[in-house]
């Protein structure tokens, strides 16, 4: 799966819209982009979701390189913009090491390279991600047309805390390394956005209410910015509870709420240091009593110094 800023990779077309107008009359008072890598990110579902500074990059560029060729050439199509000739490359995850370097020969060259994702905006998921490093490395300019992005989107909808968030990508498909991956995430206090397939996002939704709390609000955002686009907000024990239609359709983005530090919370991680601050002050000094509690627990030293010199008095 080629993730991205969309999903699953989803071309602009559930709301194709008319044709912008041709070419030379789209682009007036354009010019050639600047040498160097331009990133210019593409519509998630509708097709007139992509800036007016994209299209002239698109229009005007010297080198046109896609992660799909086919839906780059739709987009192109649907705003009116040709080829002119250009070379339009296919770069993917399958191809980048034998593509790179032409690419770079052409910035070598001074020309102008605009680099499109198959939707949403490049870097996030998506493989231009190695070619932006490589093109960085060489001293080569690298520029970017903001637009679409599924993780932006996902959180504007979700109703959920946007003032910290951390996108976390795609679960691992094996047991071990996704139990491995969500134990990273669970108590981090910022709303988590993810990406996952919808033929397993019944399983990571139970997986999630198990182990973070059935209580913990999330959102299931579907097909954004589509003909279809659905959001169910609730917890995860409700979501996760919520199989009667079977498997969702389409590309899905789960938005996660932060990790809370609850009263309670504090209570058991109190609860839990003097417990350990015993059983190792049974054998050890209290200095290292309370380096191996503080580097087990994570707590701050001072505190937990604190409680072993309050358990030593008692």
């Known amino acids: 799966m080629t993730g991205k800023n969309s999903p699953a990779g989803a ?4 709301r194709a819209p008319e044709r912008t107008g041709p ?16 990133l210019v990110a593409t519509p998630i579902g509708a097709a007139r979701d992509i800036t007016l500074r994209a299209l002239d990059i698109l229009a005007e560029a010297e ?31 399958h191809n980048g090491p034998a593509m790179r370097p032409r690419l770079m020969a052409a910035l070598d060259a001074g020309q102008s390279v605009a680099y499109a994702p198959e939707a949403g905006t490049p870097l996030v998921a998506d493989p231009g991600y190695q070619l932006a490093r490589e093109a960085i490395a060489a001293g080569h300019r ?17 109703g959920l805390p946007s003032d910290r968030f951390l996108f976390a990508g795609f679960p691992p498909s094996q047991p071990g390394a996704r139990a491995r991956f969500l134990a990273e995430l669970r108590d981090i206090p910022a709303t988590i956005v993810m990406f996952e397939s919808p033929k397993r996002v019944n399983r990571i939704l139970g997986e999630l209410a198990k182990d973070w709390g059935e209580e913990r609000e999330a959102a299931i955002c579907r097909e954004l910015t589509k003909r279809f686009e659905e959001v169910r907000r609730g917890t995860l024990g409700a979501l996760a509870g919520d199989r009667a239609a079977g498997d ?67």
């Not at 070419?23 to 982009?33: I, L, Q, V, W």
């Not at 690298?142 to 996902?154: C, E, I």
């Open 248 to 314: 969702p359709k389409g590309e899905i983005v789960l938005v996660i709420d932060r990790a809370r530090d609850t009263a309670q919370t504090r209570a058991d991680a109190a609860a839990q240091m003097q417990e350990a601050l015993q059983e190792a002050m049974q054998t050890m000094t209290l200095k290292e009593a309370v380096a191996k509690v503080a580097a087990q627990t994570g707590l701050p030293r001072r505190q937990v110094y604190q409680a072993a010199l309050a358990l030593g008095r008692d």
């Open 142 to 158: 690298v520029h970017a047309a903001p637009g679409p992005s599924a993780v932006l989107t996902a959180l504007c909808l979700s």
């Open 11 to 14: 071309p602009a077309r559930d």
């Open 63 to 93: 080198v046109l390189a896609a992660e799909d060729t086919r839906s780059l050439r739709r987009l192109l199509d649907l705003h009116g913009i040709a080829l002119r000739g250009r070379p339009l490359l296919a770069y993917h995850d």
């Open 23 to 38: 070419g030379p009359e789209r682009t007036a008072g354009a010019r050639t982009p600047a040498p160097g890598l331009h």
